[in-house]
């Protein structure tokens, strides 16, 4: 296992991530419960896999077979949602650290999926409440 060059990170490298987790946060506290939920717990499950064939051989199938209980715990609780999150962006930092980045054409990108996913993750941890409230229209007539 041969460890790539890991570039020192800027600014955008945790702003980019930042912007970008409060736009995830918008959108999603349009989406009603219990479907904002289920579909985050959808998304998480999918994030589980994304590192298999990444550069740490079959250590690779650890953080699946722990992630994935939680995930479907997620399911059932935003709480659960939030720490496969964390989980996730704890599964981030050896990637980054070793130069095996989630998206190959961007050497930061795993140090920006942890920052991203950290943040959502404390959304997640507070219950997913929504920040954008849409009011309904009354109609009479």
Not at 50 to 61: A, D, K, T
Not at 80 to 98: E, K, Q, R, Y
């Amino acid at each position: 296992m041969s460890v790539s060059f890991v570039p020192a990170p800027v600014p955008m490298n945790y702003i980019g991530p930042a912007v970008g987790a409060g736009l995830f946060i918008a959108i999603m506290s349009l989406v009603p419960h219990p479907a904002r939920r289920n579909f985050n717990a959808i998304l998480a499950a999918g994030a589980v896999g994304v590192y298999i064939g990444n550069g740490f051989g079959v250590w690779e199938l650890i953080y699946p077979a722990l992630a994935t209980p939680v995930v479907y715990l997620g399911l059932r609780s935003y709480r659960a949602t939030g720490v496969a999150w964390l989980m996730h962006a704890t599964w981030d930092l050896p990637h980054h650290f070793a130069g095996h980045p989630i998206w190959p054409f961007l050497q930061t990108s795993s140090l920006g999926c942890m920052v991203f996913d950290t943040l959502i993750a404390a959304w997640f941890l507070a219950g997913a409440p929504s920040i954008i409230r849409i009011r309904e229209a009354k109609f009479t007539g």
